[in-house]
């Protein structure tokens, strides 16, 4: 949301708000201060160029010359929803109009007794595991040495229930190892011994902080604002 905000009125100090490519958290020394005040001028550019101007031009083709342009329709927008919360977010300046809704559907009342081919695995286990990097990645187009890496250091844990989200039909898995195109996360961490390998974006903190167990998180970078994401993330994750 940063540059939405930024577009909406929403102030980004550089001394303490670092941009979306930074790998700083929120206490920033001389130097990253420095490199914060230089990304924050140019990255308004580059997203220009990059994704605003593209995306400008598909809504012209589909709707007509006279779309207005993305960021003016940013800029008058009445509402922001933002898929955080500001309880585990950075500290940053907001508006009323800026509302945070992350963690929406994680509640306790949302969880659902696991179904049968889950519930036989987990109870047969001494630790469960459960391996995604979400619906944004495709873990089916990881390289197939990186696939095999994954199945041989499983199947070295034979007493640990893997719970893999995978898309595809080539790969073959060891016992302890349960591929499938969709998991019940949510219901998953609920159990106190289940324990969670995933890309460090929001849900990821939002799923781990919403359970009423503490649970452990492995923390993967897979894209760029999720470098900004993990220190903060990782941190919540020890206080939890």
């Known amino acids: ?18 941009p979306i490519l930074s790998d700083a958290g929120d206490i ?6 420095f490199k914060s005040i230089i990304g924050h ?13 593209a995306e400008n031009k598909i809504f012209k083709k589909h709707f007509g010359a006279d779309f207005p342009d993305l960021l003016e329709i940013a800029k008058n927008a009445s509402l922001v929803f933002v898929n955080s919360n500001e309880l585990y977010d950075l500290p ?5 109009k800026i509302v945070n809704i992350g963690g929406l559907g994680m509640k306790a009342a949302s969880a659902k007794p696991l179904e049968k081919e889950y519930a036989e ?4 286990a001494e630790n469960v595991i459960v391996f995604t990097f979400g619906s ?35 790969l073959k898995a060891p016992k302890n190892v349960h591929l499938s195109k969709w998991l019940p996360q949510v219901d998953l961490l609920r159990k106190n011994f289940t324990y969670l390998i995933r890309n460090s974006d929001q849900c990821c903190a939002g799923h781990c902080l919403s359970v009423p167990k503490p649970k452990s998180a492995i923390i993967s970078l897979i894209f760029e604002d999720e470098w900004l994401r993990s220190g903060n993330n990782t941190a919540f994750l020890k206080l939890k």
């Open 1 to 18: 949301m940063d540059y939405v905000g930024y577009y909406m009125g929403a102030p980004m100090p550089p001394s303490y708000v670092a």
């Open 28 to 33: 920033l020394t001389f130097g990253q201060r």
């Open 41 to 53: 001028s140019i990255t308004p550019y580059v997203i220009n160029k990059i994704t605003l101007a």
């Open 92 to 96: 940053r300046p907001t508006l009323h």
């Open 121 to 124: 695995k987990v109870e047969k």
């Open 136 to 170: 944004a990645a495709n873990s089916s187009h990881m390289p197939q040495k990186w696939k095999n890496a994954f199945m041989n250091a499983f199947s070295k844990f034979p007493k640990t229930q893997f719970f893999f989200r995978y898309e595809g039909t080539d």
